[in-house]
């Protein structure tokens, strides 16, 4: 049984940092695929960034430059550092992992096992 638990998120001003981690169990996340994604009410969920099973990253535009993805195989967890947040940052971040064929994948379809999600809001 597969299961990600996201955690880390909060309440942060407007060019703060917040880092969110994702831990797998079930899973060796350097065999798999993992992205974030975030949902903002009333919108649709939406890629953020994602790192491949070959530890390449890759980032929704909107994101480059100030968030970034990186992985301990150790402790089988993902992380998401964001930097200079802003207020349209905020939504529910969700981790999930898609295995080897989806390389660099960004549509939710592709994903299989998602986290609960853990909040993030920035304040203006």
């Known amino acids: 049984q597969v299961q990600l638990v996201e955690s880390g998120g909060g309440l942060v001003q407007a060019g703060g940092s917040l880092r969110l981690s994702c831990a797998a169990s079930?899973?060796?996340?350097?065999?798999?695929?993992i992205a974030w994604f975030r949902q903002a009410p009333g919108k649709e969920r939406e890629f953020v960034g994602g790192?491949?099973?070959?530890?390449?990253?890759y980032y929704t535009e909107s994101v480059k430059g100030r968030f970034t993805i990186s992985r301990d195989n150790g402790k089988n967890t993902i992380y998401l550092q964001m930097n200079s947040l802003k207020p349209e940052d905020t939504a529910v971040y969700y981790c999930?992992?898609?295995?080897?064929?989806?390389?660099?994948?960004?549509?939710?379809?592709?994903?299989?096992?998602w986290g609960q999600g853990t909040q993030v809001t920035v304040s203006s």
């Open positions: 079930g899973r060796t996340f350097n065999k798999y695929n």
């Open positions: 790192i491949s099973w070959s530890g390449i990253t």
């Open positions: 999930a992992t898609a295995g080897m064929i989806y390389s660099r994948s960004s549509d939710p379809k592709n994903f299989d096992y």
